[in-house]
């Protein structure tokens, strides 16, 4: 089992930056691919960003929608993700869920979620 606590997120003007960053408590966390989903209301919810097994590269996945505007990062040692942020848009509003052992690929899916938190972007 694993338990996801994400932290950042707040409201902020359009074209500024937030960090959200996700704290797991499980202890193989390095080999789970790890990732960032959200859901806006009266939408399903969607894919942002993905993040794969340190020992394999690290490497990353973005939808288009964020391409170029969010980075996301691990630090292992911390068991932690991150989701920085920037140039963010008001149909960027949404509660963000973090997400472990991650599945990505036409219909991206994940095993654990946390409880979410909402970024909100005003224009």
């Known amino acids: 089992q694993v338990q996801l606590v994400e932290s950042g997120g707040g409201l902020v003007q359009a074209g500024g930056s937030l960090r959200l960053s996700c704290a797991a408590s499980r202890r193989s966390f390095s080999d789970d691919p790890m990732g960032w989903f959200r859901q806006a209301p009266g939408k399903e919810r969607e894919f942002v960003a993905a993040?794969?097994?340190?020992?394999?590269?690290?490497?990353?996945y973005y939808a288009d929608s964020v391409k170029g505007r969010f980075t996301i990062s691990r630090d292992d040692a911390k068991n932690t993700v991150y989701l920085q942020m920037n140039s963010l848009k008001p149909e960027d509003t949404a509660v963000y869920y973090c997400?472990?052992?991650?599945?990505?690929?036409?219909?991206?899916?994940?095993?654990?979620w946390g409880q979410g938190t909402q970024v909100t972007v005003s224009s």
């Open positions: 993040i794969t097994f340190t020992w394999s590269g690290g490497k990353t």
């Open positions: 997400a472990a052992r991650v599945v990505v690929g036409p219909n991206p899916r994940a095993d654990y």
